[in-house]
């Protein structure tokens, strides 16, 4: 089974609209973590987040936002006012530490922002 | 200058070659790993090494071999090549503070087998 899900395979937006990545995750463990990486044209793996399971708060860093539900096992992650430089595939990934804190990666969500 | 450095960056073998695939790092971290990534898809764990003296097979070690020389090195070789193991293939590494396994990725080795 999945654990890491991305169900958006590809998303394209016009510059400077909001977009929303969804990532949803499966675990029976209680301490966990969940990332969020970019992947640029340029081939490279960015970090770009991490989060903890005992931390629900939602992040903002610049036009990123990030909003962990637990309820609903979900880790989205938003960008406003999106720009072309923002064109990337965009992995979620799951550690957990049953599985000794491995990284679990989504496929993928590639986000093409149209000029 | 970069943290995690792999070499080389591109590559085209043939196939029954042996390839070697090399990765330095200057981050000090104990952990080491070895992804492979297919056209389209996510990362796949090939290797994986906690320190010098402890290497782990990932999801898919078979094909593959690894060493590492040193806490800052992480070598991976493809023993004879075959024309499926063309891929974007990364390093990274990350600390061995548990629980806190962020992990940090080289560039990238582009390997095509023809």
């Known amino acids: 089974a999945q654990k890491v899900t991305q169900a958006q395979t590809e998303i394209s937006v016009v510059e400077k609209e909001d977009v929303t990545l969804d990532c949803v995750y499966e675990?029976?463990?209680?301490?966990?973590?969940l990332f969020w990486y970019k992947q640029p044209p340029s081939g490279e793996l960015v970090f770009l987040i991490r989060?903890?399971?005992?931390d629900e708060q939602n992040e903002i860093s610049g036009r990123y936002s990030w909003n962990f539900q637990k309820s609903t096992s979900s880790f989205n992650f938003t960008i406003t006012a999106s720009q072309v430089v923002d064109s990337a595939v965009y992995f979620c990934?799951?550690?957990?530490?049953?599985?000794?804190?491995?990284?679990?990666w989504g496929a993928g969500t590639k986000l093409i922002i149209k000029p | 200058d970069a943290d995690v450095t792999q070499t080389p960056r591109n590559r085209i073998t043939k196939t029954g070659k042996r390839i070697m695939l090399e990765c330095s790092q200057t981050?000090?971290?104990?952990?080491m790993y070895w992804y492979r990534q297919d056209p389209g898809l996510g990362l796949q764990l090939i290797y994986y090494?906690?320190?010098?003296?402890?290497?782990n097979k990932g999801e898919i070690s078979d094909g593959y071999s690894v060493s590492r020389q040193a806490q800052a090195k992480f070598s991976l070789s493809l023993e004879s090549a075959i024309p499926n193991q063309t891929a974007l293939y990364f390093c990274?590494?990350?600390?061995?503070?548990?629980?806190?396994?962020?992990?940090?990725f080289g560039p990238g080795t582009r390997l095509t087998v023809l």
């Open positions: 981050k000090g971290h104990d952990r």
């Open positions: 989060r903890n399971s005992f």
């Open positions: 990934a799951l550690s957990e530490r049953d599985s000794n804190y491995q990284l679990i």
């Open positions: 090494s906690f320190d010098v003296k402890d290497i």
């Open positions: 990274a590494t990350s600390d061995s503070d548990v629980g806190t396994d962020t992990q940090y």
């Open positions: 675990t029976r463990d209680t301490t966990y973590y």
